[in-house]
């Protein structure tokens, strides 16, 4: 029996126990804060392109605005950190954030809408970012973890185009995203690259909400009919190849680009319009996909 005790002490002596580096604590520190922060967001929805051009931030902002007109509490991040277009659309240009010590707060654009973007911190305009992957993943990172979003419904995220660092930071940090809106134009050099983000979105297992054909035909001011500019059609073709859900053609009104260099939300100001009405009809989509529905159509 002796030796036996003294077999199991010497086994319990030499047996060691792997304590976590200095940088596996500070890693689970930022992780707990950041599952801390973001628990008090209800949803999550990232809008994606991978291509420039198609209006993405348009989609993202007034998806916002709708949301927050319905009485939803709203956030919207902009993580296009070397073209940041929310401050501008939504006439915040010239704000400038503040901390506390509970962490940075957001601008707030109406009671139902906060804004998040690398725009507020720039000395002017005219002043470019030059950052390389890092830097980019701490920036989002600090977004969802520092800013203090409080309780909200909807957290609307715009990205930059293409399937980059950025893109791919938020997907990481957030594994509980709802799902992605891909935003594409008709025509075929958009829908090229536009396939791409929905690769990315099934490499990285994020569920598609589904694709939004935006610009799908030119609404003449003076006549009303309508001019198919940039062609119709290729957007809801590319959804039924890919095999994921088609939520709507938004078309191209002169109004939505006096709305956007205005700083005056297109949804806010003209709530009857056709284009309105369109956007009305992608947002309903949004809002009545359960969970089982996200999961379908994630292609994944």
Not at 115 to 131: C, K
């Given at each position: 029996m002796k030796k036996e005790k003294e077999s199991i002490h010497g086994k319990s002596?030499?047996?060691?126990?792997?304590?976590?580096?200095?940088?596996?604590?500070?890693?689970?520190?930022?992780?707990?804060?950041?599952?801390?922060?973001?628990?008090?967001?209800?949803?999550?929805?990232?809008?994606?392109?991978?291509?420039?051009?198609?209006?993405?931030?348009?989609?993202?902002?007034?998806?916002?605005?709708?949301?927050?007109?319905?009485?939803?509490?709203?956030?919207?991040?902009?993580?296009?950190?070397?073209?940041?277009?929310?401050?501008?659309?939504l006439g915040l240009e010239g704000n400038t954030l503040r901390g506390t010590e509970t962490g940075l707060t957001p601008i707030v654009y109406s009671d139902n809408l906060r804004?998040?973007?690398?725009?507020?911190?720039?000395?002017?305009?005219?002043?470019?970012?030059?950052?390389r992957a890092p830097l980019k993943h701490k920036l989002i990172r600090d977004f969802l973890t520092d800013v203090t979003w409080g309780d909200l419904d909807y957290l609307i995220i715009?990205?930059?185009?293409?399937?980059?660092?950025?893109?791919?930071?938020?997907?990481?940090?957030?594994?509980?995203a709802d799902g992605a809106v891909i935003v594409t134009t008709p025509q075929d050099v958009a829908l090229i690259d536009v396939r791409k983000a929905i690769t990315f979105c099934r490499q990285v297992n994020l569920p598609i909400f589904g694709v939004v054909e935006n610009m799908s035909g030119f609404i003449c001011p003076h006549c009303g009919k309508t001019v198919n500019i940039f062609k119709a059609g290729g957007g809801e073709s590319m959804a039924s190849d890919m095999e994921v859900p088609f939520l709507g053609r938004i078309p191209l009104e002169p109004k939505i680009v006096d709305a956007g260099d205005s700083g005056r939300p297109y949804l806010e100001y003209n709530q009857e319009s056709e284009t309105a009405k369109a956007f009305n009809r992608v947002i309903e989509q949004l809002l009545g996909l359960t969970p089982q529905q996200k999961s379908a159509a994630s292609g994944v």
């Open positions: 002596c030499s047996t060691k126990m792997k304590l976590p580096s200095k940088d596996e604590i500070e890693e689970l520190k930022e992780k707990r804060a950041l599952q801390d922060n973001i628990i008090r967001i209800k949803h999550k929805i990232i809008v994606l392109s991978g291509k420039g051009g198609v209006g993405k931030s348009t989609v993202a902002t007034n998806v916002a605005i709708a949301l927050s007109l319905r009485g939803q509490k709203v956030g919207i991040m902009d993580i296009d950190i070397h073209g940041p277009s929310v401050p501008k659309m804004v998040m973007s690398i725009g507020f911190m720039l000395r002017t305009q005219n002043d470019a970012v030059i950052w715009d990205s930059p185009p293409g399937t980059g660092d950025e893109p791919l930071s938020v997907a990481q940090l957030l594994e509980d």
